[in-house]
């Protein structure tokens, strides 16, 4: 070795020194960075390397960036529990847990195994019963089970596979081994937030992460889709993944990847059940659809067969299911094998079914409803761990899951001791297995935490297995190591598989000349162009609300001395009326002054901005996936500006300032909206939200502000209002005067604030909306429309006076409750009226 190269590499290792400086295994467990001499292990190197070329700063600089993508990206989880309202910033513990690929084949194979062996056990439960009658699997392990939905026993699958997705919760060992924790099948979470964390990760070392030849996630997800495509059994089949709603826990991933699969997101309340036949209620009428990509517990997925008090949801389901025309992924019933109890049973069924042995580990469990294991349990309590056998939590002393027996105290291991005898049906009891640990960037340096990793197996186009090569590591910052104590308040990291060859570049995106031209999305589902078009109107409402207070606050101290009292005296009545303010009694005249910052800020009542941007904030985030990042970071700068976040102390004191920032924010959405949305139908409802709001708001501002008495003064507020000042004033040498501010302001269809360019665009929309009558007549939204604007082409600006300009505001909010009732709330009479059905 050369004397430059021998340097350099002196100075890299002190690098690496220094990264881990006071790097301290916990004893007695096996560490992932560090091998038994404490030396970095081999794989390790590499990532150390690159770690050690920027300084601490640097580092911790390129990890915020991290930070910062998933919060502008609006990555989050929900905890129900949480005082501050539940939605948490996804949390990154930034150091990437790194594989070997030749020690991930190998964990490949046994979690294939695992997938097939709970696959068939699932097919036999649910068909022959087997496993059963011959006694490898007792009856109260199925009988008990709650998550055993009797609805579907003897019912097939279309492919024959009810597992197309499982994920399993594994933690290495002291010996280095790979264990299984724990089994998902219900609806296995994590995938989404697994990709987010790659994401994050390569903002922060691009150049790492392609140095390493780190295994991409997309060849995983496109083997995926097409394994749901498989499960439709016919070309462009219809794709959905079903949702419980914008609360869940993990409805952020739901959306992100319906977004990233071309998937299209449902709720119960999406779907209908006619004829046997599953349905997505859509614009354009009922859409049939194929296979439905659960994320919702089976207990829930059919009120009339299974849970009769769930709202999420679809009645007739299982019937639909039964007669074979839609496929469930995965399977309703398949959170069966969920159950610790089956855990005990698995390395017999794994001989019996596959003539084989379990290639991974799992916990060692004892199934309690067995008197030997029973008695085994009870003499060696203090060294185990107990927990519910079935999916569903114990209540009292198990309602959190797992127990210690050595942690118990004597009145509880004697009620535990009970509770063996009188149900031990309901318990297992398993090993403390100990937790390896990874390292952790904390405090400028690496240090070593417990860790248990998850990972991803989907069945593909070919009905076979295939294992993401990679994951999420859930890591904690206690010392406890102990796998099954792992809990709340865990940060996650990302999975790296590092090969020693170049890794292809794959993309979701099909290659050239693979697929045909198609120029439509899809059908719009109802309850998605419902929040379009409401997202709409909150936006255009906040900005008349902000442009209000903009207004009163220029016009307040001019108040004070009497020369503006009374068209500041209109616009806090218009706060009043439109709730921004409390009502119904005005403030005094003496209050006014402190009015626009309460109509900015105010979140008791239903019509300040601030309210308005968290409504449109809140309609946005159940239609997350039909957003940009950048359209979805506009929604929460308005929230989060309104609320005074980030501002400095001056601008939060000052309303004008906060209200020309936050219309800024309303105009960056609008752009966004304008410029990058395909004009297709969800752009339509958005869009006709945002006129029909725009155009109501300026009939009350006409209304408030151009009588047949107004003052120029208050004319040339209303021009404020309606943003029109430099067209007027580019029109007219002379002051405001009433008919041609009204002819601008209301009647000009060439002025894009105008009532009359509003009305004629929500008629070139209805017009191009999907789903219309077959008979040419047309709607009675659209014949409202065109008397309105016949009415405004027509109109003599001097004749129009406050009673023209209700008239006109009712007649806008029949329109808007005409395209409700057509488009939004879907009955199965009313299409079949419209010859949609």
Not at 35 to 49: F, I, S
Not at 801 to 810: I, L, N, T
Request: contains cysteine; proline residues 5%.
């Amino acid at each position: 070795m050369s004397s430059a190269a021998l340097s350099g590499t002196r100075r890299s290792n002190r690098r690496i020194s220094r990264l881990i400086d006071g790097y301290r295994p916990l004893e007695g467990v096996y560490d992932e960075l560090m091998d038994e001499t404490g030396n970095p292990r081999e794989h390790w190197g590499p990532v150390l390397d690159g770690l050690a070329e920027f300084s601490p700063a640097e580092i911790q600089r390129r990890f915020e960036t991290a930070d910062r993508h998933l919060k502008d990206s609006g990555v989050f989880y929900r905890v129900f529990d949480d005082p501050d309202g539940g939605e948490r910033s996804w949390p990154l513990a930034h150091v990437p847990m790194v594989i070997p690929d030749t020690e991930w084949a190998e964990l490949s194979q046994g979690l294939i195994q695992r997938a097939n062996l709970l696959d068939m056990i699932l097919d036999d439960v649910y068909g022959e019963g087997r496993l059963v009658q011959e006694g490898f699997l007792p009856a109260a392990v199925v009988a008990g089970n709650p998550e055993y939905v009797r609805a579907l026993a003897d019912v097939k699958v279309k492919d024959g596979r009810r597992l197309s997705f499982y994920s399993a919760d594994i933690g290495r060992g002291p010996d280095g081994r790979w264990w299984v924790l724990q089994d998902r099948a219900q609806a296995p979470s994590g995938a989404g937030y697994a990709l987010e964390n790659r994401i994050a990760l390569n903002r922060a070392f691009p150049d790492l992460r392609r140095t390493l030849n780190v295994e991409r996630l997309a060849p995983f997800f496109q083997a995926y889709r097409a394994g749901l495509a498989r499960l439709a059994g016919r070309p462009n089949a219809r794709i959905g993944v079903w949702t419980p709603g914008a609360l869940n826990e993990t409805y952020f991933e739901h959306a992100y990847l319906a977004r990233y699969l071309g998937l299209l997101l449902v709720e119960g309340a999406d779907l209908v059940v006619d004829g046997d036949t599953v349905y997505v209620r859509t614009v354009e009428g009922l859409k049939r659809a194929d296979v439905l990509l659960r994320r919702i517990d089976a207990d829930f997925a059919d009120p009339l067969e299974l849970n009769a008090n769930s709202y999420l949801g679809v009645p007739g389901l299982v019937q639909a299911i039964r007669a074979g025309n839609v496929s469930i992924a995965n399977s309703l019933g398949s959170g069966f094998v969920e159950a610790r109890a089956l855990i005990a049973f698995l390395p017999s069924l794994a001989k019996h079914l596959l003539g084989e042995e379990l290639k991974l580990p799992q916990v060692a469990t004892w199934w309690c409803g067995q008197k030997s294991e029973r008695a085994y349990v009870q003499s060696r309590l203090d060294e185990l761990a107990l927990a519910p056998a079935f999916p569903l939590t114990q209540p009292g002393l198990f309602a959190e899951g797992h127990v210690f027996g050595s942690d118990l105290d004597l009145a509880d291991k004697a009620n535990v001791l009970q509770t063996l005898e009188r149900r031990g049906v309901d318990l297992v009891g398993q090993e403390v297995v100990h937790l390896s640990t990874t390292p952790v960037w904390k405090d400028g340096k690496l240090s070593p935490h417990p860790f248990t990793m998850r990972v991803f197996v989907a069945s593909d186009g070919d009905g076979n297995y295939t294992v993401m090569p990679g994951g999420f590591c859930r890591v904690t910052d206690k010392e406890d190591a102990r796998a099954v104590a792992m809990g709340q308040g865990v940060r996650s990291t990302d999975v790296w598989v590092i090969s020693d060859s170049p890794v292809e570049p794959v993309s979701l995106i099909p290659q050239r000349d693979q697929t045909p031209v198609r120029r439509i999305t899809g059908a719009l589902p109802s309850r998605a162009a419902d929040n379009l078009f409401w997202l709409g109107r909150y936006l255009e409402r906040c900005e008349a609300t902000l442009r209000i207070v903009r207004a009163l606050d220029q016009r307040t101290t001019e108040a004070a001395s009497g020369t503006s009292a009374v068209p500041v005296r209109r616009l806090v009545e218009m706060l009043v009326a439109w709730g921004a303010i409390p009502g119904p009694q005005l403030p005094s005249p003496a209050a006014f002054s402190a009015v626009p910052a309460q109509a900015l800020t105010r979140f008791d009542v239903p019509g300040s901005a601030l309210v308005l941007a968290q409504e449109a904030r809140r309609t946005a985030s159940v239609i997350r996936e039909r957003f940009s990042r950048d359209a979805w970071r506009a929604l929460e700068d308005l929230a989060a500006r309104l609320q005074g976040e980030g501002e400095d102390e001056r601008a939060r004191g000052d309303a004008f300032e906060r209200a020309e920032r936050a219309l800024r924010d309303v105009a960056a959405f609008s752009g966004l909206a304008s410029e990058n949305m395909n004009r297709m139908a969800g752009w339509l409802f958005l869009d006709m939200g945002r006129r029909i709001e725009r155009a109501v708001a300026t009939c009350r501002f006409c209304r408030a502000f151009a009588d047949t008495n107004a003052t120029p003064e208050m004319l040339d507020l209303l021009l404020d209002l309606a943003d029109s000042q430099i067209t007027y004033r580019a029109r007219y040498i002379l002051g405001a005067a009433r008919a041609p501010v009204v002819d601008l302001v209301a009647l000009d269809p060439a002025n894009p604030r105008s009532v009359a360019f509003q009305v004629e665009r929500i008629l070139d929309h209805l017009r191009a909306l999907p789903g219309g009558p077959t008979d040419g007549i047309k709607s009675k939204a659209e014949k409202a429309a065109l008397r309105l604007a016949a009415d405004f082409a027509v109109a003599d600006p001097t004749a129009f006076d406050r009673s023209r300009f209700m008239v006109a505001e009712q007649a806008l909010m029949a329109i808007s409750d005409e395209i409700g009732a057509r488009f939004f709330v879907r009955r199965k009479a009313d299409m079949v009226e419209e010859g949609l059905a």
